[in-house]
T-cell receptor, first 114, second 113 residues
Framework: AQSVTQPDIHITVSEGASLELRCNYS??????LFWYVQSPGQGLQLLLK??????LVQGIKGFEAEFKRSQSSFNLRKPSVHWSDAAEYFC????????????FGTGTKLQVIP | DAGVTQSPTHLIKTRGQQVTLRCSPK?????VSWYQQALGQGPQFIFQ???????QRGNFPDRFSGHQYPNYSSELNVNALLLGDSALYLC????????????FGSGTQLSVL
């Protein structure tokens, strides 16, 4: 069964600092990988996705993520965080070849301080 | 173009009651999935509907049931509510099972007292 681990429940960074959110997945083959963001009381917005090809993927709002097969990781990065990036971030995995169901991690809550 | 719309936005019920949540998918989408997001947790897959049939189901009891109508809108029904059913219920729609076209609604916050 597929699973996702986000080891950091809560992260605090200063505005303008760089950010890296960790994600490890478990799946028998190469899955589809996603990062979503959720603001309080809101649904989920897709930041970026990886299906195949270039292992460094670019997303919206200046985010990027790198797929590392050897480490079963898909970490999310941003070079300079803005106060508006404060939200909860979810890594997710789905079977490749057409999704059956998307499995989410438990999320990382990002706090941005001045 | 409206995205995924869910109703109601908030709901309060008591234990043992039944509840129906509604979802209208994004225009052009034919697949609807439901997720339960408990406080402090990631969303958990409940089930998925396509062509008015339940195609996939997660690890949820039979108290959770659903329906999809010919216009692709969907309902989630929960019977015999438990305190533990309190959560944000998210609906997501897509076209032809394509994950890159998965759009989420803002959810229905269900509180069971």
């Amino acid at each position: 069964a597929q699973s996702v681990t986000q080891p950091d429940i809560h992260i605090t960074v200063s505005e303008g600092a760089s950010l890296e959110l960790r994600c490890n997945y478990s799946y028998g083959a190469t899955p589809y990988l996603f990062w979503y963001v959720q603001s309080p009381g809101q649904g989920l917005q897709l930041l970026l996705k990886y299906f195949s090809g270039d292992t460094l993927v670019q997303g919206i709002k200046g985010f990027e993520a790198e797929f590392k097969r050897s480490q079963s990781s898909f970490n999310l990065r941003k070079p300079s965080v803005h106060w508006s990036d404060a939200a909860e971030y979810f890594c997710a995995v789905a079977p490749s070849g057409g999704y059956q169901k998307v499995t989410f991690g438990t999320g990382t809550k990002l706090q941005v301080i001045p | 173009d409206a995205g995924v719309t869910q109703s109601p936005t908030h709901l309060i019920k008591t234990r043992g009651q039944q509840v129906t949540l509604r979802c209208s998918p994004k225009s052009g989408h034919d697949t609807v999935s439901w997720y339960q997001q408990a406080l402090g947790q990631g969303p958990q897959f409940i089930f998925q509907y396509y062509e008015e049939e339940e195609r996939q189901r997660g690890n949820f009891p039979d108290r959770f049931s659903g329906h999809q109508y010919p216009n692709y809108s969907s309902e989630l029904n929960v019977n015999a509510l438990l305190l533990g059913d309190s959560a944000l219920y998210l609906c997501a729609s897509s076209k032809d099972f394509e994950p890159e076209k998965l759009f989420f609604g803002s959810g229905t916050q269900l509180s069971v007292l």
